[in-house]
Structure formats: structure tokens, C-alpha cells
């Protein structure tokens, strides 16, 4: 059953699927760690409703709000009418690493998802900037509304998935409307035949199936703009909330993930090699990750990999001599802001379990 | 001696003397809360060698490096041949709050600030951006090294201060040749007659009695960005540090502040009022920020003051209910990143104490 869904969305079978119905699914860590770009049949698959399936023949991107010209732009047309750019840059579910917000309370009705809800691609297509330049933006714009061409459906309402990002942040140049992902079309599943891809940003601001942009004072009334994707202090709660009040995520913090060994794993006493990712936001970098098998009291500097692109996530490597027993091994990261992690998941736990970008910790069997 | 010394370089005789030669000082906290802009007497001063006289007259600012043409400007010619610009700009020197790391372990031959190393101001000048324009930068320029016209000795060497910043960062708007301060020319102390104003940096790169800017490929050399201003891991020391591998600080990370009451003060039990400053970088705006009495079990929601310009720090205030004793307060900030601070300043301290960014932590006698 999950064979032949993953088969059909043409997904590899080692993914972990946490949904089915929409199809939500991420990769086991080792096989995330082991390349730097993600193949498209290993990367994360997040979905509010079922795939659309779209002709792209009579495909129209609506352009319109805010502007002097409206525009409706075919595939074709967006092909021919503007340079074609591409961007490595690593998408991240606000959602990851929920588990470990899990284990310390419960968050109910929200997907499980582990470390992997992440991937880098290589997205192909054309500058968001330079469409809305051609769509002649007024003056009084301030945001950038997506809307999508999928039905998500919450209480008695159907609607396009949706969210927005500040103008500013529109206007630069990583901002793609990608029409191919690692050198292919867009696959159904992550959003065929065009999304945005938001550098930098929570997932969620990178539409799938786009079929609308909007230029507007104020950012978009989307349920997944104004009610979801926010984060509030650990004591709110769903009865509590004041969503007028909660965080609205945009960049996302900075965090490191073990990768390999896995979690609950057994391993030899010696030399052991630990590797992972890190990511920062904003187009910060990298500067340093650090590993401890005593808890945060001393730390052993990872080797990172050269950096591939702003917009990447960044893989480090450090062989650290383990002995025998139960062992925890805690990774760190730092940013060019200076900008760490915190400590303890459970001083940043939110009932809708947001960002969580504490320590990673994982338990390994050392025999 | 200090209230002279204070006196000639019109300063408030409030202010806490670290140092008197050079002069390093700070104001109270509950001084610098009053007001979200800190007036020019109340301004930390952050001196590495006497304040050098210049003759605004003969005085040239010298452009060069990898430009096309080599400028040098009088104060007269940068008036009147760029356009006039003002920008609320928080500085902050990454030193500030290094109080607190060396009360979990001793840090020798740095500035003890406590949590004052900070201040606001108006800053008048030109843009950066525009004086580089007018050199044409070449294309191999990466880096605008600033270098100032004091004399910094150490050991057998006599040198200016400096220090650099990226070319990019260098053309973006906020980025300030200011010869103003707070509608005053600019004080001495400050950097008369001119200085650099790079918000959301470290303050060591707002350069002061700046004489030279020079375009390269790399970063400066100079001691201020190759030797200081780094930061390492918690277990390296000052003879283990290998210099080229310190993460080099620009952007600062997040941090709150209490300011008042002060650590260590007497208060009546009930309503307590407390209030307190709150600053992220890069341009990233305060979204939140918490207060505790229980060590970070609950927190209470603070209210911001309105948000007075992108650059610069956001002022906050929560009351509480406090009862009789001895009583710790907590505070933590989150900005739009969804960065928050760490908990436990012994979890970042390095051995040149900079930037402790830690969850702000004071004490009250409560009667």
C-alpha cells in the first residue's frame, strides 16, 4: 500500500511515510546524509491535500493585486519572457524535528516528523523579481501572496494552499519559480509545473502548484499564513492562543542534525565517525559545529564540508573515540550572527511544534 | 580624575569608568533605559588608544584599493557631493555582557562590561554606498577594509585601528559615513570628525576617526579583524587558539536585556514593573520577548514598545507579582528567525568573553 503510493509518486521506498492521505513521508538520516543535493525520489514530501494534477498546456500563472499590469503568463511564455536561473537552496519543514518536542509533551494532530523533513535540490526556472518587475508593482505593495492550485479542505472550507513573504524579501535574487528540480520537471508531488522556491524561509512559504501571486499591504489571510506556521511561548496552548499574537515564521533558525550513526543504533567502542548537517537561515553561514559526548561540558570541532551555495545547508564530519556503554552524542552549530542553539528542547517546546532547533541528541549502544 | 577626564570629553559623570586610558565607560542600566535614543554624554565609549585631535580642515578621507578612482574627500566635498542621509542605529560592542561569563570563569586583560556597552543614536552622513559609486569598485573587490587615525600600540607596533566588513554589506543602504550624531557634530570620543556606522554589527567595524577605506579581495588585516573579535569553543584558551579557525564576528546575535530594577537592588513585594531592552542584527526584527521568576518554567509575555526603525533595539516591559525573598529573574528574546537566546552563559563562554547573548538572569530582594 505505501509501496505502490510511493511507486506512483514516483518516491523511493526507504522513505518513512508519516501520512498517506495526504502523502507525507521523509528519509532515513543515513540516506539523507550521503549526498549534498537531494535525488528527487529521497526528498521530504510535505502535502496539505492530494496532488493536483494540472495540464500544463493550459497552465496560466495569475499575476495580480497590487500592480500597474496584470499578467497571465503560460509555461512557455515564462520560458521565453525572462532569463532562466538556477538556485541550490535547501527547503525545511517548520515541522522538523517534532518528535523530540513530541517526547517531552504530546502535539496532537501534527505530522511525526524526525530530522528529515529536509532537502537540498538544484531548482531551475525564472526570477520571481523579474516577473514582478514586468507586472509593473506599485508603490503601496508590501507583500507577496502565493496561492495554490491544490484544495485543501478544513471544516466546510476547500481552498488553495497560500501564504506570503515581504516584498523585500521577493525582490531578491534567490526567489525562483521553479519549473525543474535536479534537472528535471517538477515532479507532481512537489509541485508540478511551477512552485516558488523561498530561500531561507520556512517550507511553507515555497507553493506548490502555484496558480496565483498577489501583490498586497498586508500579508496573506491564508489559514496557513494567519493561523498556522506560528510559534507561541511553551505555557499557550490550542484553548490559550491569541494567534494575533504568535511569532509568524519566516527565516528559520539555526540547527544541526546527527545523521549517521542513527539514533538507538549499536556501535563499536573506538573511533567513531559522526556526521551531519547544519543550517542556518537568511543566507547566514555556517561558521562551526561542535560535538560532545559529555553533555555540552567540553566539545570536539566538526570538519565541515566546503560551502556549495548560500542557500545550502552545509554537511560536517567528526570522528570522536566512544567507549563502551550507553553513549549520548549532542551536536551544535554557530552562524556568521554568532547564533546558537538552544540547550533543552523542552524551554522552546510550542503546542503546534515549530522550529525545534535544540542540541540534537541521539543514544548509541557503544559495544 | 575620572569626573575630569569624563568632563573634558563630555561625558556624564554618571557613567561607570572601565578604563581610563584609554577611556572605556558605560552608563547605569536604568540611565540608558530611560530613553530609546542615548544621549550623546550617556553613550558607552569603547576606546582601544587616545582620542586623536584632528583638524577638520585638513582632514581627507582617502578611498583606494581596487577602484577605479582613487578619491580623497574633505569634509566639505562628502557634504556637499552626496546626497545627506540619517539612520537610528543601535551599536553594541561584542564585549557587552562579558560581566557575566567572567563570573563562571575569569577572562584576563579584557574590558568587565556589564550590560551598558550598548546605545542608540541618531546618525547623520552619507551613504557608504554612494562615496564607493563614486571610486567604481572594481569587479575582484570582496571586502572594504576601514582604517582609523588613532594610534593603537601593541607590543613594538603603533597602528590604527580597523577592520572590514563585506563588499555587500558595504552597499546596502543602512551603512553610514557619519559626521553627526544625535544632531550634534560628532564628539570626539565618538570619532570626530568622521566616522563609519555599519548597523547590526559588531561595533568594532563602525570604525572611528576613520581616514582611510580600501577595497580588496580579502578581509583586513588588521589586528582587530585578523586577532580579536573572534570566538572559539568553550574549552580553548588563549594558548591553544588557533586564529585562523575562530569564527570572525560581524552580525550580533540575539539578546535581551533586564535594566531595571538592577541585579542586586531591594524591591517591595507585589506589582513589580520590569523593563528592559531587546536586540537582534542583520536587520531581523524583536518579535518577542519573555520574562520569568520560575528559571524559564512559565514566562510571561512582555509588551514592546513600538518598533522606532529596523536598526536599531526594541524597548520592553512586563510587571509581575512578586513575593517576599530572594528572587531571580529571567529574560529571553526570539526575533524573526525564530533564533532565542541560550540558556546558560557557561555554555558560550570563550576566552576573549564575547558576545553572551545568554537568557538574562538578575537577582532581586524581594521585602
New interface residues.
Given amino acids: 500500500m505505501h509501496e505502490e503510493l510511493l511507486e506512483r509518486e514516483n518516491k523511493s521506498a526507504e522513505l518513512i511515510v508519516r501520512s498517506l492521505d495526504p502523502l507525507n513521508a521523509e528519509p532515513p538520516l543515513d540516506l539523507l546524509r550521503r549526498s549534498h543535493i537531494t535525488a528527487n525520489r529521497l526528498f521530504f514530501v510535505r502535502n496539505h491535500a492530494p496532488v493536483p494534477q494540472i495540464d500544463p498546456r493550459s497552465y496560466r500563472l495569475h499575476v495580480n493585486g497590487l500592480v500597474r499590469r496584470e499578467l497571465q503568463l503560460s509555461l512557455d511564455e515564462l520560458r521565453r519572457e525572462f532569463p532562466i536561473r538556477t538556485i541550490v537552496a535547501t527547503l525545511q519543514c517548520a515541522g522538523n524535528r517534532r518528535q523530540e518536542l513530541m517526547r517531552f509533551k504530546p502535539i496532537p494532530d501534527e505530522i511525526e516528523w524526525h530530522a528529515g523533513a529536509i532537502g537540498t535540490a538544484e531548482w531551475r526556472g525564472v526570477s520571481l523579481r523579474d516577473v514582478l518587475r514586468a507586472a509593473e508593482v506599485l508603490d503601496e505593495a508590501q507583500h507577496v501572496a502565493f496561492l495554490g492550485l491544490d484544495r485543501v479542505r478544513k471544516k466546510d472550507l476547500e481552498f488553495g494552499f497560500g501564504g506570503s513573504i515581504p516584498l523585500e524579501k521577493a525582490l531578491s535574487p534567490e526567489v525562483i519559480l521553479a519549473f525543474e528540480m535536479n534537472g528535471e520537471p517538477l515532479p507532481p508531488a512537489h509541485g508540478f509545473p511551477l512552485r516558488v522556491v523561498v530561500p531561507g524561509y520556512i517550507g511553507a512559504r515555497s507553493v506548490k502548484w502555484l496558480g496565483q501571486i498577489t501583490l498586497q499591504k498586508t500579508p496573506s489571510e491564508n489559514y496557513f499564513q494567519a493561523r498556522a506556521y506560528k510559534?507561541f511561548?511553551?505555557?499557550v496552548t490550542a484553548e490559550t492562543a491569541d494567534w494575533d499574537?504568535g511569532?509568524?515564521?519566516?527565516?528559520?533558525?539555526?540547527s544541526s542534525v546527527i545523521c549517521s550513526p542513527q539514533d538507538g543504533s549499536e556501535v563499536e567502542a573506538g573511533p567513531l565517525s559522526i556526521k551531519g548537517y547544519a543550517l542556518s537561515?537568511?543566507g547566514?553561514s555556517i561558521?562551526?559545529v561542535?560535538v560532545s559526548l559529555d553533555g555540552?561540558e567540553?566539545?570536539t570541532?566538526a570538519e565541515l564540508e566546503p560551502e556549495r551555495g548560500r542557500w545550502a545547508w552545509r554537511f560536517w564530519e567528526a570522528t570522536l573515540v566512544v567507549d563502551r556503554g550507553e553513549r549520548e552524542i549532542v551536536a551544535r552549530a554557530?552562524d556568521?550572527?554568532?547564533?546558537?542553539?538552544?540547550?533543552?528542547a523542552r524551554?522552546?517546546w510550542n503546542f503546534k511544534g515549530?522550529?525545534n532547533?535544540a542540541w540534537h541528541r541521539i543514544w548509541v549502544k557503544v559495544k
Same sequence: chains 1, 2.
Wanted: aromatic fraction near 8%; proline fraction near 8%; glycine fraction near 8%.
Fill in positions: 510559534i511561548a511553551p505555557h499574537r511569532l509568524t515564521l519566516g527565516e528559520l533558525p539555526i537561515s537568511g547566514r561558521e562551526r561542535e555540552g567540553s566539545w570541532i554557530w556568521s550572527a554568532a547564533n546558537t542553539q538552544p540547550e533543552e524551554r522552546i515549530y522550529v532547533n
